[in-house]
Nanobody, 124 residues
Framework: QVQLVESGGGVVQTGGSLRLSCAAS????????MGWFRQAPGKEREFVVA????????YYADSVKGRFTISRDNAKNTVYLQMNSLKPEDTAVYYC?????????????????WGQGTQVTVSS
C-alpha cells in the first residue's frame, strides 16, 4: 500500500503561482509513475502531468505545458507541482496519484493510489 498526502493548495490571483507537494509513504519501492490530476466542479477528473519515478521523464497535458512543472525528490519520496501563470480555469481540486507497472499513463483508472486532494482557487 502507498499513502499519498498533498499540500500547498490555496487561493491565488490570476497570473500567480502555487507549489503543490505530494509526500508518499508505505510501499514506495517499485512505484513507476506519479501523476497529478484535477477535478473542477461539475467536471470529470482530468490528467495534468505525470513523472517517471526512476527516469524523471515527464508528460504534460497540453493545457498546462509551459506553465506547470513537475519534479521529484526521491530521498524525500515527494513530488512537487510548480504552477505558474495560473488562470481561473485552473481552479480545481488537485489530486496526487501513484501507480506501479512499467509505463506511465494519463488514464486515472490506471492509478490505484490517490491522495485526499488539495483545493486550488484562482480568482480573476
Amino acid at each position: 500500500q502507498v499513502q499519498l498526502v498533498e499540500s500547498g493548495g490555496g487561493v491565488v490571483q490570476t497570473g500567480g503561482s502555487l507549489r503543490l507537494s505530494c509526500a508518499a509513504s508505505g510501499r514506495t519501492f517499485g512505484i513507476y509513475a506519479m501523476g497529478w490530476f484535477r477535478q473542477a466542479p461539475g467536471k470529470e477528473r482530468e490528467f495534468v502531468v505525470a513523472i517517471s519515478w526512476s527516469t524523471s521523464r515527464t508528460y504534460y497535458a497540453d493545457s498546462v505545458k509551459g506553465r506547470f512543472t513537475i519534479s521529484r525528490d526521491n530521498a524525500k519520496n515527494t513530488v512537487y507541482l510548480q504552477m505558474n501563470s495560473l488562470k481561473p480555469e485552473d481552479t480545481a481540486v488537485y489530486y496526487c496519484a501513484a501507480r506501479y507497472g512499467s509505463s506511465w499513463s494519463q488514464n486515472l483508472y490506471d492509478y490505484p493510489y490517490w491522495g485526499q486532494g488539495t483545493q486550488v482557487t484562482v480568482s480573476s
